[in-house]
């Protein structure tokens, strides 16, 4: 016996088109899951107010510089952070106003 939908077939054809797969999702997986992580939040939130060196972050979110190297190794691979080098030394900022727009939006959405 075959299903029938409720939906038109207007509200089909919009969601047929519109619900991301493929490479479009796992690209949105990826991305998304640079949020899943409370060490990598803090470092966005962090370079979300300045950029910084590896140090500067460690002590200012008292992190160890290995776990800061790491998840900023990871960022900037997702293509969340980028990196400027100043002499010797390499300074880390979000790349965009997207990644500081979702820090925002997730707040709001808590009601903090």
């Given at each position: ?11 089909q ?17 990826r ?10 939040l ?26 800061v ?9 997702a ?11 390499i ?6 106003d997207?990644v500081?727009?979702?820090l925002?939006?997730g ?6």
């Amino acid at each position: 016996m075959a299903e029938t939908l409720l939906l038109d077939r207007r509200t089909q054809s919009l969601i047929e088109g519109y619900v991301p797969n493929g490479e479009v999702l796992s690209s949105l997986v990826r991305f998304f899951s640079v949020f899943s992580d409370a060490t990598r939040l803090r470092i966005l939130s962090a370079l979300a107010i300045s950029e910084m060196c590896v140090t500067d972050i460690s002590l200012v979110l008292n992190m160890n510089q290995t776990t800061v190297s790491h998840q900023l190794r990871f960022l900037k691979d997702a293509g969340i952070v980028e990196m400027q080098r100043h002499g010797k030394i390499i300074f880390y900022s979000t790349k965009g106003d997207v990644v500081n727009d979702v820090l925002l939006k997730g707040v709001e959405f808590l009601g903090y």
